[in-house]
């Protein structure tokens, strides 16, 4: 009887490896044309991009095609804008609240190269380019460009949680932009100068390649009135470069401290905004003690000015003096060789 069941069980294993032997040579799933364009927190993929002169830069965005084998055809994928998604998302996630909501990127402000991505049999992954136009966008609003696989019979598309689509949030940067600590820069009201206010951060968004806006003194970054409050922000050329040395051995160590001159100005003449003294920022260059690849770069910025809130009530002005720093710093990780992707955001 044992070896009944131990034939039986033998024939089972034969005929079940004898099924299975050559599966692996076989395509397992449909191959569907997907865009890689992860989603974070914000619920839209955020693409950090060099703001360059002209204010023109080229995103690669990455077009597959899945499946387990490699892709055995040509495509021609077509990769068009997305009218419908970005609303459906900003109601779902801010309600009434449109004064928060993701805008959609006007087309003044980037063109296709090309409208369709081609494939070639063997590749998996292609590259589609997007050239974005910077020049003059207002970054007080969140720019998005949804864009989406166009259906075709000549390909299936990926619907899979909507990876054929990409909302990217485009976050133009230059060498001074980024979230700084504002807890330094003091802020009085009137002619009080014994009791101050602070703001926990000030992010400072890219105008052109010098210069950056924030918002003044207080301002609610995420108010409705915010862009009455811009204060540009340029950074002259350094008036001092340092190279710093190794205070153990006193050889030079590539790292450098730079000092300069900033230019604080305001567009909109209702806030009365006025400078006080000369602004003046410093970068300093030094490696972290734990991870000696990277280099931080820590910036300061010295400024004090006047402005007033004139939104907050119809009947009465707030003036503001704010005085102190703000600071901010900057990881590159010099393992990377191209330093834009190198910045750890």
């Known amino acids: 009887m044992n070896k009944i069941y131990l034939y039986i069980a033998l024939l089972g294993t034969f005929l079940f490896l004898s099924g299975c032997n050559d599966e692996w040579k076989e395509e397992l799933y449909v191959q ?22 002209e204010g023109e830069v080229i995103y690669k965005l ?13 495509y021609n994928v077509r990769i068009d804008v997305d009218n419908d998604t970005l609303d459906i998302l900003n109601r779902e996630i801010y309600s009434d609240r449109s004064d928060l909501y993701y805008r959609q990127l006007p087309a003044s ?56 689509k990409a909302l990217l949030w485009v976050r133009p940067f230059n060498n001074y932009s980024g979230s700084y600590s504002a807890t330094s820069l003091y802020v009085y009201y009137g002619s009080n100068t014994t ?5 926990g951060t000030r992010t400072a968004q890219v105008v052109d390649e010098n210069t950056v806006f924030f918002y003044a003194g207080i301002t609610e970054e995420l108010t409705e009135k915010r862009g009455e409050y811009k204060i540009k922000c340029k950074f002259n050329d350094p008036s001092e470069v340092i190279e710093l040395v190794d205070n153990s051995t006193g050889e030079k160590t590539g790292l450098f401290e730079k000092r300069g001159q900033l230019e604080l100005s305001a567009e909109n003449p209702d806030i009365r905004f006025e400078v006080v003294g000369s602004p003046s920022y410093s970068i300093r260059e030094e490696f972290d003690i734990d991870r000696p690849y990277l ?14 809130d004139y939104t907050s009530s119809e009947s009465v002005l707030f003036p503001y003096l704010c005085r102190g720093t703000m600071t901010m710093q900057r990881n590159v990780n010099t393992l990377i060789p191209d330093e834009d992707q190198a910045i750890l955001w």
């Open 32 to 53: 569907m044309i997907s865009l890689k364009a992860p989603i974070g927190n914000d619920n839209v993929s955020v693409i950090y991009l060099r703001y360059k002169p």
């Open 62 to 74: 990455p077009v597959i095609v899945s499946g387990s084998k490699t892709n055995p055809k040509d």
């Open 109 to 164: 402000f980037y063109e296709f190269p090309s409208p369709t991505c081609q494939i070639q049999s063997g590749v998996d992954v292609e590259l589609f380019d997007v050239k974005f136009k910077f020049s003059g966008l207002d970054l007080v609003e969140k720019w998005v460009l949804p864009l989406t696989v166009v259906p075709d019979p000549s390909y299936e598309m990926n619907t899979y949680k909507g990876r054929q």
């Open 195 to 199: 009791s101050y206010m602070t703001a």
């Open 295 to 308: 280099i931080k770069r820590i910036f300061t910025l010295t400024m004090e000015y006047r402005y007033q």
